[in-house]
């Protein structure tokens, strides 16, 4: 029997997992591919770690060059996360003729363009399913199951932090911060969770789902993002009487004048199934001309489902799928549909805007004008009349209330410039929270 040699950079805690597999479940993979597949060599920085694994000694090492010095390992598995040294030891190892499985996505959304040429000028390839949404294979179902048809659009919830988040804050009522500690504890977050809740996790991977599903290479730094810090338990309570829940989306949609690409807090209709995915799972919505709307949901990180989706690259890879694939994508092209991005400013769609207003008459006359000089329709309006905290007793000015609005579709450009108006005025204190509104 042909045997397979592999090799593992970095035993965290997805490593881990992976090593796991390949030393406890040899028998089912070499079931699924034909070959005997072997852990040949384990490469980590900090060899002393205590792990919920033994590996023999002779496995590992903490030198890279014995993974490239040796010729008989033709897969390489990357996991240490991070830009650099990954960068590095992935193109080496495309550079020495070996084989790539990475679940790195900021390495891919930023220096894809150079991994995909490599691999392609080597021969060799580079699989990422795990990349992107954990143990949900959605990256391999648009590259192959769905690949008969072209997409129109991607909704998604593809960060299992920033989900939990909303959650809590939505289910329990907790503020931010207490829902922001609660997902450390649980280990949800990171001890930063910076990149989760400002968005850049999520556009980064929106990057690689829009590379698989429309053909465009974009810098994933160039696509607009909101985050969720501006969120408060407020804001669940009035989406509610809208009959909304709030997610972070990322999105990804076709239209006659381009690509529509964002990351922002988007109110999203309860009968939606998008609405109901909640806690760190993560979900996408992708729909097809030819297949309609198709619905994915499942864990989104964590050791065994991350694990999982590696291990499903590697079989992929030791079979010959992943060459098939990574040939049909064309990843190193620059655009390979001739589909343009659309400027961020052209893109149209609805919104959900709470701010602060003093209660006298003429307040909503002077707001609703600054729409209107913008070309910006009100579509729904909830006032919650101010209150005395001494007394209780309404007030008729220079109360602040609390004023809701949604809007039908405006242009972005259009709102911007609305929402540094309105925040210009007198009337409206401080600044104004914007959430995107689907329907």
């Known amino acids: 029997m042909n045997t397979v040699n592999v090799a593992l950079i970095g035993l965290g805690t997805i490593g881990t997992g992976v090593a796991r597999i390949l030393s406890e479940y040899a028998d089912r993979i070499t079931d699924a591919v034909g070959s005997r597949v072997v852990l040949a060599k384990v490469c980590d920085k900090d060899l002393s770690r205590e792990r919920d694994i033994t590996l023999p000694a002779e496995m590992l090492t903490d030198d890279f060059e014995r993974i490239l010095d040796d010729p008989s390992i033709s897969i390489v598995i990357e996991l240490i996360g991070g830009l650099e040294p990954a960068r590095t030891m992935v193109l080496r190892s495309l550079q020495n003729g070996k084989n790539v499985i990475t679940a790195n996505k900021a390495l891919l959304a930023q220096h894809g363009a150079e991994l995909f040429d490599t691999a392609k000028k080597h021969g060799v390839t580079i699989a990422f399913e795990a990349a992107v949404c954990g143990g949900i294979p959605i990256l391999g179902t648009l590259a192959t199951s769905l690949q008969a048809n072209r997409f129109q659009s991607i909704h998604a919830i593809v960060n299992g932090t920033s989900n939990f988040i909303l959650s809590q804050m939505d289910e329990a009522g907790t503020n931010y911060q207490d829902a922001v500690n609660e997902a450390r504890r649980l280990g949800f977050a990171e001890a930063d969770p910076t990149m989760d809740v400002d968005g850049t996790d999520a556009v980064q991977k929106l990057a690689i789902l829009a590379r698989i599903a429309f053909g465009v290479r974009v810098d994933w730094k160039t696509i607009p993002r909101t985050g969720i810090e501006a969120i408060e338990a407020i804001d669940f309570r009035y989406a509610r009487e809208l009959g909304y829940k709030i997610k972070l989306l990322a999105v990804a949609a076709s239209t006659a004048t381009g690509l529509e690409l964002h990351v922002s807090p988007t109110l999203v209709r309860e009968t939606n199934p998008l609405a109901r995915v909640d806690n760190a799972f993560n979900a996408v919505r992708v729909t097809g001309d030819c297949v309609g709307p198709v619905f994915f949901q499942g864990l989104g990180a964590g050791r065994m489902p991350t694990a999982s989706a590696v291990l499903g690259d590697l079989i992929a890879t030791v079979l010959g799928r992943t060459a098939i694939t990574f040939k049909a994508l064309e990843l190193w092209e620059e655009n390979r549909n001739g589909i343009a991005v659309k400027d961020p400013r052209e893109v149209r769609g609805k919104s959900f805007l709470r701010m602060r207003a003093v209660d006298k008459p003429g307040v909503l006359h002077e707001i609703s004008g600054?729409?209107?000089?913008?070309?910006?329709?009100?579509?729904?309006?909830?006032?919650?009349?101010?209150?005395?905290?001494?007394?209780?007793?309404?007030?008729?000015?220079?109360?602040?209330?609390?004023?809701?609005?949604?809007?039908?579709?405006?242009?972005?450009?259009?709102?911007?410039?609305?929402?540094?108006?309105?925040?210009?005025?007198?009337?409206?204190?401080?600044?104004?929270?914007?959430?995107?509104l689907l329907d």
């Open 370 to 436: 600054v729409f209107g000089r913008h070309g910006i329709s009100i579509a729904s309006m909830i006032q919650h009349a101010g209150e005395n905290r001494a007394t209780g007793e309404h007030q008729e000015v220079k109360t602040p209330v609390s004023l809701i609005l949604t809007t039908h579709d405006a242009r972005e450009g259009d709102m911007r410039h609305a929402i540094d108006e309105l925040e210009r005025l007198d009337c409206v204190y401080g600044k104004i929270v914007r959430i995107g």
